[in-house]
């Protein structure tokens, strides 16, 4: 096991802007459409702003945790230091074969599809494109980590610019005809629609991980999180606002690629092309911080496992977890190629990572009660508001949103429970074998 650790480098700043790339990306361009369909313009921009306030609340308790145990890994470590150390395997495995591998593939097929379709590649094509995004990401990860961080801060802020190109476009077209009033949607509608508004949202627990490498923790990590989430639920209201007014709802509804099809109408052909360059570039941010985050979860699981001890080594010259960034490559590779032959493309992706994380976000709000409890003397810099009515609402949320999955996903959400569970016998088979090999 390596005996060197991660440093404080990032500026609050800095942090804030891979945070933000860790949660924003084009997947809120694609949702759009599957959430008008499940609810019509009933509170459509109203679940919006309620994703984000909702959002925050979960991440002042992350904060809380982030600054009192600073850690490179983050949402693992509080699981792990609340609920004991074969929970926390299982939540490492989680990221590593489901949510943040699984992410990776999605996006990565996301932009191949985009980056393809204007230059006519067929499926062999967009599948060559999409591996080696995958392989040039992880390259770029194990290169050196402050090149990679300051590629994150890039990639974001020209995907944010892009985001605004299509609120632009959503202001200068004449206003859609607004639809009549429709009655309340039923409660499965809001639940696949506020299912998809979190996926949307969903990174910020992923921001944790950043703690151990964060300057002035207690006031960076602040601004990394509530920061983050608050100038992107700005941008996904802006967003949705001008999709809506520029489409209508009948048409947003039933498009493929609406913000595409907005620019079209605002600036013909050339505002296409800027959004599916956009697109390209929000899945490349997105890759690359989703490779950062899992690398690390990896390598806090490895030091901890007595089985894993070979990912457990940060290099001490490039300054980042070099072996886990490797095995997290593969397995995005194999998921890459494996989802390639199914078919199922983004809705199925979905289906498979959403129970998972609504499981593990509630066991880690549920953290933030049981360490305040295990650990009422540690000082904390940072302390939730309304503590503990702020966690324990967010962990009737999660409650409600993993049966939500199972109910209204189908069978890609059972696939995802049975690739978890396939996490207890490896577990189980590991420990055995570094015990017999300790005798």
């Known amino acids: 096991m390596s005996s060197h650790q991660p440093q404080r480098h ?3 700043l800095h942090a804030m802007l891979l945070a933000l790339g860790m949660i924003m990306s084009t ?25 984000a306030a909702i959002s925050i609340v979960g991440g002042l308790s992350y904060v809380e945790m982030a600054a009192a145990f600073p850690d490179a ?17 299982l939540y490492a495995w989680s990221r590593f074969a489901i949510m943040h591998t699984g992410w990776v593939a999605l996006m990565a097929h996301l932009a191949a599809d985009y980056i393809g379709a204007p230059l006519g590649l067929g499926a062999g094509g967009r599948l060559v494109l999409s591996v080696g995004l995958v392989a040039a990401m992880t390259g770029l990860n194990l290169a050196h980590v402050r090149l990679g961080f300051l590629t994150q801060a890039l990639l974001v802020l020209a995907v944010a610019l892009g ?29 696949v629609a506020l299912i998809y508004i979190f996926l949307a949202y969903g990174g910020w627990s992923d921001a944790a991980t950043l703690s151990a490498e964060v300057r002035s923790g207690r006031r960076g990590m602040f601004i990394a999180v509530i920061g983050s989430i608050g100038l992107l639920g700005l941008i996904y209201v802006a967003l949705n606002w001008a999709l809506m007014r520029g489409l209508g709802e009948g048409a947003l509804a039933h498009s493929v690629a609406p913000a595409a099809d907005l620019a079209r109408i605002a600036f013909g052909w050339p505002g296409q ?22 690398a690390r979860t990896t390598y806090a699981a490895a030091r901890d496992h007595p089985g894993l001890g070979a990912l457990a080594h940060w290099h001490p010259t490039r300054g980042a977890p070099t072996r886990a960034a490797l095995a997290v490559g593969g397995v995005s590779l194999v998921l890459t190629l494996l989802s390639a032959l199914t078919g199922s493309g983004f809705n199925a992706m979905v289906d498979y990572m ?86």
């Open 163 to 191: 985001f605004i190109s299509v609120i632009l476009a959503g202001m200068v077209v004449p206003a859609a005809p607004v639809m009549p009033d429709a009655p309340r949607p039923p409660m499965g509608g809001i639940a």
């Open 273 to 294: 092309a800027l959004v599916v360059t956009v697109v390209g570039i929000s899945a490349v941010a997105s890759i690359n911080s989703t490779i950062i985050v899992c």
């Open 10 to 12: 990032l500026h609050s």
């Open 354 to 439: 959403t129970p998972v994380y609504w499981l593990f976000i509630g066991m880690g709000m549920a953290a933030a009660i049981r360490l305040r409890i295990i650990h009422p003397a540690l000082p904390r810099p940072v302390r939730t508001p309304l503590f503990p009515l702020f966690p324990a609402v967010f962990i009737a949320l999660a409650a409600y949103m993993l049966y939500a999955s199972f109910v209204q996903l189908g069978l890609g959400a059972v696939f995802g429970a049975g690739v978890l569970a396939l996490g207890v016998g490896l577990d189980f088979l590991l420990r055995r074998r570094a015990q017999a090999y300790a005798k």
């Open 27 to 51: 997947d809120a361009l694609k949702t759009a459409p599957t959430i008008v369909a499940s609810i019509g313009h009933w509170h459509f921009l109203g679940l919006w702003i309620a994703g």
């Open 73 to 89: 890994g983050g949402e693992y470590s509080f699981i792990r230091r609340a609920w004991g150390e074969r929970v926390g395997t």
